[in-house]
C-alpha cells in the first residue's frame, strides 16, 4: 500500500539555490554535528547557514575547512586590526571614508595595503583569525537551517586557513566559554 506524501514540517526551511547535497534544520541537527559529518565524509563543497539574526558561507575541501564568513561579522577586520595596535583610530576612519566613498568596491583590507598601513603577511593574519571567528560564531547558533552544496569551491582570491574540523571545533568551545565568561 502506497503512504500518502508527508506533509512540510511546520515552519519548514528556506528554499536554498542550486542542487543541494542535503539540507536541514539547525535545531534538529546542531552546525557541530554537520561540520563533524562534512569532516569525517571528507566532503568538499560549500555550506550555507541561515540563522535568526545572521547567516554564513562556509567551505570544506576533502572535510577541510578552508573558509567561512559571516552576513553579520561580530568583529569587523577593521576593528580587529585596531584592537591588534597595528593600525591607529585615524588611519581606520581615513579607510572607512574612502571604502564607503568607493561604494565598498575594494574590500577595506585592500585599502589599508594599498595605503601602506598593514603589510599583507600581517593583514593575512588577521583575515584568518576573522574567518576562524566566523566559524566559532556559528556554533552557538541553535534556531535556523543549513544547506550543503557539494562540488562548489570558494573564489581563488580568497584567504585560506585549511583547518582541521576537530582543532576548529574544540577551538570554537574554548572561544565561546571565554566570550561567555570574559
Known amino acids: 500500500m502506497d503512504q500518502p506524501p508527508c506533509p512540510p514540517p511546520a515552519g519548514s526551511l528556506p528554499s536554498f539555490p542550486g542542487p543541494v547535497g542535503f539540507q536541514g534544520d539547525i535545531a534538529v541537527i546542531a552546525l557541530d554535528n554537520v561540520f563533524q559529518l562534512i569532516d569525517l565524509a571528507g566532503l568538499s563543497g560549500r555550506l ?11 567551505y570544506f575541501v576533502n572535510g577541510v575547512f578552508i573558509y567561512g564568513t559571516l ?37 577595506l583590507g585592500q585599502i589599508l595595503l594599498d595605503r601602506g598601513y598593514v603589510d599583507p603577511a600581517r593583514l593575512d593574519v588577521f583575515l584568518q583569525q576573522q ?11 541553535r534556531q535556523g537551517s543549513f544547506a ?18 576537530d582543532h576548529l ?7 565561546l566559554d571565554s566570550q561567555a565568561h570574559p
Open 131 to 141: 574567518i576562524r571567528e566566523a566559524f566559532y560564531a556559528s556554533l552557538s547558533w
Open 71 to 107: 552576513q553579520v561579522h561580530p568583529r569587523r577586520i577593521g576593528s580587529i586590526l585596531l584592537d591588534s595596535g597595528l593600525i591607529s583610530e585615524q588611519q581606520l576612519q581615513e579607510c572607512l571614508e574612502l571604502h564607503k566613498h568607493e561604494h565598498q568596491r575594494r574590500p
Open 169 to 175: 571545533l574544540l577551538a570554537g568551545m574554548v572561544y
Open 148 to 165: 550543503y552544496y557539494p562540488g562548489e569551491v570558494a573564489h581563488p582570491a580568497t584567504i585560506q586557513l585549511r583547518e582541521r574540523v
Open 48 to 58: 550555507e547557514v541561515r540563522a535568526q539574526e545572521n547567516g554564513g558561507t562556509f
